[in-house]
């Protein structure tokens, strides 16, 4: 090879090299998912971390041909990490979306800058009901407190409760379950005996429990975080609450999946309201659980799966609507009343509020097979967010 030969050789290798990377960064798009991989709230990273990745391998890493690059930070449930995290995502890594947010704190704090960034925030497990009023670029796949917990009271009133105890974690989701239990039950003629407020971190529900013994209520209605309904059922039982005549109801976040089976025979009975049960009966759902326990040692996908799950279904399909084309508003105008069948059921994206429509399933404990499942038994089709319903 003459030296002219080789340079042209060399220059058209280089211009290969510049071509192949330039499109190589035009045609992927980058998720930061952002999630308590540790602390208290790591049993909700874990399971959304499974079920992105499980609907990236069943659906895979290619959409309106740009390459999904999905990158995992853990912000160990602290709001201030999040908030860093987000900002490095958005200004190093250019990221297309932003997703996850383990609790309320963490997504209200991304909020700001999804506003300025022009960046979706798909929240995929916090429920507190304000979270989407915080950014025109926020959109939910989770649910909201309210939307779990009307339901609840409204069973209770049909079953002869008519004096109930409200036990919540002290936060944003716990004071929306508050509140809208308290307020459901007193309009349909019920009473609320007292509404005991316990801390988010290391709750020891002990002395809230005497106190719930001391006011003997018909029922107890309790929301704490997922991961935390284990501790609260132990306790429950050595305070000898079960024998008490107290009835226990929650929203399902207590009766949590990734944790109920290990909980013992406590559990069993115990009527809950929340959108996403495994024993939930459908062929979608059945193919979702046997593919999440497959591809992760056996392990039963919870409520925040689902909400990572579909968190993933939305993305997808706005960038399919977009032809792959980025930036908030194109992808949340996308998602904006967008309905498809979830493992949990019928879902759509309230085009009003970005916020989550669907069924609302009342449950109770029940052993199948040897194991405790979330039995549904009434299901409320449809059902919007009822803070932001009420307001308009
Ligand atoms: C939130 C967190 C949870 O783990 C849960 O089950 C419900 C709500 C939250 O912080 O919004």
Redesign the pocket.
Known sequence: MSARQFLKLLASLVALAICTGAAAAQSSVKIGLILPMTGQ?AS?GRQIEAAARLFMQQNGTSVAGKTIDLILKDDAGTPDVTKRLAQELIVNDKVAFLAGF????S?LAVAPLATQAKVPEVVM????SI?TQASPYIVRT?FT?PQATVPMAEWALKNGIKKAVTLVSN???GLDAEKAFSETLTKGGGQILGNLKVPLANPDFSPFLQKVADLKPDALFV?V???SGALFMKQFLERGLDKSGVRLICTG?VT?DDQLNGMGDVALGVVSTHHYSAAHDSPENKAFVEAFKKANNGMRPN??AVGGYDGMHLIYEALKKTNGATGGDALIGAMKGMAWTSPRGPISIDPETRDIIQNIYVRKVEKVNGELYNVEFETVPNVKDPVKAAKK
């Open positions: 709230q909700t383990g609790i309320t704190p997504a497990a916090a429920g507190t979270i989770s407190l936060y944003g989701p929301f975080p997922s991961g976040d949590d409520f925040m």
